[in-house]
C-alpha cells in the first residue's frame, strides 16, 4: 500500500499528526508512508521514524516548483491520500495526487469548507477533543486502533545543550527549566517581565537557571526575558527544531504559551507547564495527566469559535487588557513547583 499524508503547518499541528503516522506504520509496517509538509516544518518530519519519504511544499508566491512537485506525486501512484488539515490547499494538493482514495475530515472539523468537495471520503469522526485524537479517528477508518500516543521522534546527538549550559555558566550536569516567551499570535504571549520574574523564581526556590527560547524575529523578546531575570537566565543559541528536540529532552521543566516549542515539548516526554488563555488546552494542551495548564482565572471572552467550527480564533484579543496578562507568576511558579515535584513522585 501506499499512502500520503498531507499535514502542512504549523509547527504543533505538525506535532499532533505523529501518532496518526505512526499509527499507520504499526498497522501496515510494509506500506510505503510519505507527508506532504511546508518547507519550513521538513525537519520535523525528518525526525519521524515512521516516514519512508517527506516532501517539502515550498512557502512562496512563484509557483515553478508546483507542476514539479504534482508531477512527482502522480508518479508515486498513491492508494490513499489523507487531509489532516482541512484547508483548501491541502486538500487541492492531496487531489492532486490523483489517489484512488482522498480520505478528509468531515464539515464539522475543516477549517475551511470547500476543501470537503475534493474528498471521496469523510469518515464520521464522532466528537474527539484533541486534535491528536480527532487525527487518530480519521485513520481508523483503515484498521488503526488508537493506543496511547506514540511520538517515534528520532534522538540525534546535538552540541546545543552544552553551548545552553554553558551560557549559564553551569556545571554541564546540572538541571535547567526551558522558557519560550514566543508565539505567533500577540494573544498567546504571556509578557516577558513575568517571565523574567518567574525564572528568578525558579533560581531562588528550585535551584534552577533557566534557557529562554527565541525563533526568527524573536531574538529582543528574548533578551527582555533575560534582562528581567537579572542573571537568572540567559538567551539559547540558534535553535533549529532538531536542536529545540535536544534541549525539550535535557530539560527539566518546559514552560511555554500555547505554541509549537511546547507541543515539541510535550511529544518528546519533557514535563511541560502550558500558559494559556484565548486557545482551549482540551483541544491542543499538554495531553500527559502529569502536565499543568495555567489559565486565567475568570473565563477568557477572547475565546471565540468559528460557527459550526472547532478553529479556535485567538488572533486578536477582544479585551483592552490581554487575558493572558491577568494571570500572576505565582500562579505560573506554584505549577512549575507542583509539575516538578510529580516529576520526583
Not at 494573544?187 to 528568578?200: I, V
Not at 494542551?285 to 479556535?312: K, N
Request: glycine letters at 8%; proline letters at 8%; hydrophobic letters at 45%.
Amino acid at each position: 500500500m501506499r499512502i500520503l499524508v498531507v499535514r502542512l503547518s504549523s509547527l504543533g499541528d505538525v506535532v499532533h499528526a505523529v501518532p496518526a503516522v505512526a499509527g499507520l506504520r504499526r498497522t501496515f509496517p510494509d506500506a510505503r508512508i510519505d507527508w506532504l509538509v511546508d518547507d519550513r516544518y521538513r525537519e520535523l518530519v525528518d525526525l519521524v521514524a515512521a516516514v519512508d519519504r517527506r516532501i517539502g511544499v515550498p512557502r512562496t508566491r512563484r509557483l515553478t516548483r508546483l507542476p514539479r512537485l504534482v508531477r512527482g506525486l502522480r508518479e508515486a501512484r498513491y492508494d490513499v491520500a489523507l487531509d489532516l488539515q482541512g484547508l483548501l490547499k491541502s486538500a487541492l494538493l492531496a487531489r492532486s495526487a490523483g489517489a484512488r482514495r482522498l480520505i478528509g475530515l468531515e464539515r464539522a472539523h475543516l477549517r475551511e469548507r470547500p476543501a470537503g468537495w475534493l474528498y471521496s471520503e469523510t469518515p464520521r469522526l464522532g466528537d474527539p477533543v484533541h486534535v491528536i485524537e480527532r487525527n487518530l479517528a480519521l485513520v481508523a477508518c483503515l484498521g488503526v486502533r488508537a493506543r496511547p500516543f506514540e511520538f517515534p521522534l528520532a534522538d540525534r546527538s546535538s552540541a546545543v545543550v552544552r553551548e545552553a549550559r554553558d551560557a549559564l555558566g553551569a556545571d554541564r550536569a546540572r538541571p535547567f527549566a526551558l522558557i519560550n516567551p514566543g508565539a505567533a499570535w500577540a494573544s498567546k504571549r504571556w509578557p516577558p517581565a513575568r517571565f523574567g520574574a518567574l525564572a528568578r523564581g525558579l533560581a531562588r526556590t528550585c535551584g534552577l537557571r533557566s534557557v529562554v527560547l527565541w525563533g526568527p524575529g524573536e531574538r529582543a523578546l528574548a533578551e527582555r526575558v533575560v534582562d528581567a531575570a537579572a542573571g537568572a537566565a540567559a538567551p539559547a543559541p540558534a535553535t533549529t527544531v532538531g536542536r529545540l528536540v535536544a534541549l525539550a529532552r535535557a530539560a527539566a521543566v518546559v514552560v511555554s504559551g500555547d505554541t509549537g516549542p511546547l507541543h515539541v515539548a510535550a511529544a518528546v516526554g519533557a514535563p511541560t507547564v502550558g500558559i494559556y488563555g484565548p486557545s482551549d488546552p482540551r483541544r491542543n494542551g499538554p495531553w500527559s495527566p502529569r502536565d499543568i495548564v495555567v489559565s486565567p482565572r475568570q473565563p477568557c471572552r477572547c475565546r471565540l469559535r468559528r460557527a459550526g467550527s472547532t478553529g479556535v480564533v485567538v488572533r486578536r484579543c477582544v479585551e483592552a487588557r490581554p487575558c493572558l496578562a491577568s494571570i500572576p507568576v505565582e500562579d505560573v511558579a506554584g505549577a512549575v513547583a507542583r509539575r516538578l515535584a510529580a516529576n520526583d513522585a
